[in-house]
């Protein structure tokens, strides 16, 4: 109950364009701050978010997390992005760890100079 606690808060507060730092990892606060905070926090206020299921394993926890993509915050049921929330218990309190997001409709990395595609090949 804890870890969905933490988790819906954090994911409230990044849906609203806010940050609370109390809820980030202590020892690495300061970088977690910067990497986290929310752009454009005039357009998050409308976004909504979703929670998946938690697994825990000892001392970390880890959820699946759907919100608007940042790329289109001021239609919220626009594209939508799915990540990986990781949170981690000390001293009896469950920090969040990281956010990883999958980037929306993202292709292939390598360039392919083929417009058919490697399968022509």
């Known amino acids: 109950a804890a870890v969905?606690?933490?988790a819906g808060t954090f994911m409230k507060g990044i849906a609203e364009g806010k940050l609370d730092p109390e809820l980030?990892?202590?020892e690495a606060r300061e970088a977690l701050s910067v990497l986290l905070a929310p752009a454009q926090a005039e357009a998050h206020a409308k976004a909504?978010?979703?929670?998946g299921a938690i697994a825990l394993s000892?001392?970390?926890a880890s959820l699946r997390v759907r919100l608007p993509s940042a790329f289109d915050l001021s239609d919220p049921r626009g594209i939508l992005e799915e990540g990986l929330l990781s949170l981690r218990k000390v001293d009896d309190a469950w920090y969040v760890e990281a956010l990883a997001l999958d980037p929306p409709?993202?292709?292939?990395?390598a360039f392919d100079p083929d417009p058919r595609g490697s399968q022509a090949r």
């Open 105 to 109: 409709r993202s292709g292939p990395l």
């Open 24 to 26: 980030l990892l202590p």
């Open 4 to 6: 969905f606690e933490v």
């Open 58 to 60: 000892g001392e970390d």
């Open 48 to 51: 909504s978010y979703r929670l």
